[in-house]
């Protein structure tokens, strides 16, 4: 499967995160590898800043990610932020286990959009993580 296909829609930030837990890697240690500042790699992560071309080369290298992936992940995240999603569409059927440990007739879906699909992504089962990515059109 194409990875920029399957992280399309997603925040850059979030992908990076993603890779430095999963690699065991701080924030710190990832921003003195690619000569950035710390805190413009933590607004990146955060998602209150936009990865610029030249950040994202070296992130690509410093994270072995084909080069440009970071810059067309941020284009795809940028356009999905900006089109109009439909509000007619009902909201998706999840089974309670996937919100154990919250009310889930208290969520909102709009506000806690980042939530829904992480723990959708981490404990949903396929026809979950498929409807809640249709809901928020990452198709």
Do not use: C
Request: charged share 20%; net charge positive; hydrophobic share 40%.
């Amino acid at each position: 499967m194409n990875l920029i296909n399957a992280y399309k829609g997603i925040a850059p930030g979030k992908i990076i995160a993603s890779y430095l837990r999963s690699n065991n890697i701080t924030q710190r240690e990832l921003a003195d590898t690619i000569g950035e500042h710390f805190q413009t790699l933590n607004a990146i992560i955060k998602g209150k800043r936009a990865i610029t071309i030249p950040v994202s080369l070296k992130l690509d290298e410093a994270l072995h990610f084909e080069q440009g992936f970071f810059a067309v992940i941020q284009t795809y995240y940028l356009i999905n932020q900006s089109a109009p999603h439909p509000t007619n569409i009902a909201t998706p059927h999840i089974r309670k286990y996937v919100f154990w440990d919250i009310d889930p007739e208290k969520l909102d879906w709009a506000k806690h959009k980042d939530f829904i699909i992480q723990r959708v992504h981490e404990r949903g089962n396929a026809s979950e993580i498929k409807a809640v990515d249709l809901y928020y059109g990452y198709n």
